[in-house]
């Protein structure tokens, strides 16, 4: 049983070091190319620094197993338990920031409008706050998002069915009343916005700026970010059950081989 045990540990951990050096060697390369774009670069740090905890965690844990010391092993499972419970912490934290808000349909316009009060405090401060809102907004001038949207008529975009992005970031608010010319590009009523809206005024048809400034675009995003970070709930909950899963058997495989597979110490007494 502790042979089986310190196997499967080694091989999960041989998985881990393999998939932490890729994410490492990704965040090195985005870091020396000049050409990368800020949109790209946004990953550099979180990438590194997810590469580097996977890398030291899978390296105690190949020690311990291969090299049988039961320092290291106790050392690979205090840093495991302290993963479960930030994988528990992280999970309740997405499924509260994401709980709160509700976006009413238009009929007939295929799109819905939101409002930044519809999300919880902690998205608006610190996802659009201006320095965060400016990589967003050069992440989505850069991909051209918004040129991808469909043209033809305005009957045939209203039919569409937008994205949360598409609809609040390349195009005005609908309550706007601009005339359409073609999905990024629209005209300004002679007597001004339908309504004193401020984002009625900062659209612009500038294909870098359109609406990417505007409160809609923001809140569209926030929008888009919970259903993401829903999704990741989900992604965390089957991690934290493979980190569970890992826990036990090298739990099992230290307590099966106390009696003399492991190393007492550093210098080899068993």
């Not at 670069?41 to 010391?69: E, H, M, N, T, Y």
């Not at 359109?210 to 995003?221: A, D, I, M, V």
């Not at 899963?245 to 068993?270: D, E, F, M, P, Q």
Request: proline share 3%.
């Amino acid at each position: 049983m502790a042979r089986a045990s310190n196997i499967i540990i080694t091989i999960l951990n041989l998985i881990t070091l393999a998939v932490a050096l890729l994410a490492i060697g990704y965040s090195v390369w985005l870091q020396i190319q000049h050409g990368s774009s800020l949109c790209q670069k946004v990953l550099q740090r979180p990438l590194l620094f997810v590469g580097l905890a996977l890398f030291v965690v899978s390296f105690l844990g190949l020690i311990g197993s291969c090299c049988r010391l039961s320092f290291f092993m106790w050392i690979y499972l205090a840093v495991l338990f302290f993963m479960i419970l930030g994988l528990i912490c992280f999970t309740i934290f997405t499924i509260i920031v994401t709980n709160k808000g509700v976006g009413k349909v238009l009929s007939n316009k295929g799109v819905n409008d939101h409002r930044l009060g519809d999300y919880s405090g902690w998205l608006q401060k610190y996802v659009v706050n201006a320095e965060n809102w400016d990589e967003i907004k050069s992440c989505l001038v850069d991909v051209h998002f918004c040129q991808h949207i469909a043209g033809g008529k305005a009957p045939e975009f209203y039919q569409q069915s937008l994205s949360p992005i598409e609809s609040g970031c390349c195009k005005p608010p609908t309550y706007c009343g601009f005339e359409f010319q073609n999905a990024t590009f629209w005209i300004m009523p002679k007597t001004g916005p339908a309504v004193p809206d401020s984002d009625c005024k900062t659209w612009s048809n500038d294909q870098t700026q359109l609406c990417f400034n505007c409160q809609s675009c923001k809140t569209q995003f926030l929008e888009n970010i919970k259903k993401e970070w829903k999704t990741l709930a989900i992604i965390n909950t089957c991690i934290l059950v493979l980190v569970i899963i890992v826990y036990s058997v090298s739990c099992c495989a230290l307590r099966n081989s106390r009696t003399g597979g492991y190393a007492k110490h550093r210098g080899g007494y068993r």
